[in-house]
């Protein structure tokens, strides 16, 4: 049982490249989310989806592209990164129940922009 | 907008003392989660409370949901070296088109010293 993986879980690229980090669960959760965490900021969410081909803006989504073309698979593309996009990036997902609302994190990507 | 405020921001406390961390919504929360991440982790889910003035043990550690249900605590007693982490609380969206997203307090870093 899996469960929820992120890859690459480092990644080091340089600013204006597009980099696509991806997310994969295994439980069939309706629900997946993107946050990215700083220090200070605590957990920032930046998109979130809550099924196959519905995706929703948080806080803080300019620069980044998400999609969601099966119920598994949720990918974060930053289309020219920018050094201030250099941050821990984790997936999680949520199976959204009326008795089971926990949300489930994958172990996250430490993305470095030079 | 909905807003999950999180004090203090950090705590350091010799092994054995209490920890408490405090938590505030601006609107009235249908329920509240609590989550630990430990340092190079991710956050992981520790309860969720549901009712007024609800409290719950584990073990050492012991929630709380306000009577009004727009605050929350978690005590740590007797603190111990593997409490050492970042703790979060996290608030449901209550509105239609946000509902399954979360809405996360800064958190609180706990160091504990020997």
């Known amino acids: 049982d899996a469960g929820i993986t992120q890859s690459p879980r480092y990644k080091i690229t340089e600013t204006g490249r597009q980099v696509t980090l991806m997310c994969h669960q295994t439980?069939?959760?309706?629900?997946m989310f993107w946050y990215r965490q700083d220090l200070g900021h605590g957990l920032r969410l930046i998109y979130y989806?809550?099924?196959?081909?519905?995706?929703d803006k948080g806080e803080v989504p300019d620069g980044y592209v998400v999609s969601r073309s099966k119920t598994e698979n949720f990918p974060l593309t930053l289309e020219s990164a920018t050094r201030s996009q250099t941050s821990v990036y984790f997936c999680?997902?949520?199976?959204?129940?009326?008795?089971?609302?926990?949300?489930?994190f994958g172990p996250g990507t430490r993305l470095t922009v030079l | 907008g909905q807003q999950v405020m999180q004090i203090p921001q950090y705590q350091h406390v010799q092994e054995g003392e209490d920890f408490t961390t405090y938590c505030n919504s601006s609107?009235?929360?249908?329920?509240i989660q609590w989550y630990k991440q430990r340092p190079g982790g991710h956050p992981v889910f520790l309860i969720q409370?549901?009712?007024?003035?609800e409290v719950k043990k584990q073990k050492r550690l012991t929630f709380q949901f306000g009577e009004a249900k727009k605050n929350s605590s978690l005590h740590i007693t007797a603190t111990q070296t593997t409490d050492v982490g970042t703790y979060f609380c996290?608030?449901?969206?209550?509105?239609?088109?946000?509902?399954?997203?979360?809405?996360f307090g800064r958190g609180t870093q706990l160091t504990v010293w020997p």
């Open positions: 439980w069939s959760h309706s629900y």
């Open positions: 996290a608030g449901p969206a209550d509105r239609g088109s946000t509902l399954g997203r979360l809405y």
């Open positions: 999680a997902s949520n199976p959204r129940t009326p008795s089971y609302n926990e949300q489930f």
């Open positions: 609107t009235t929360l249908s329920n």
């Open positions: 989806s809550a099924a196959a081909d519905i995706t």
């Open positions: 409370l549901v009712k007024s003035g």
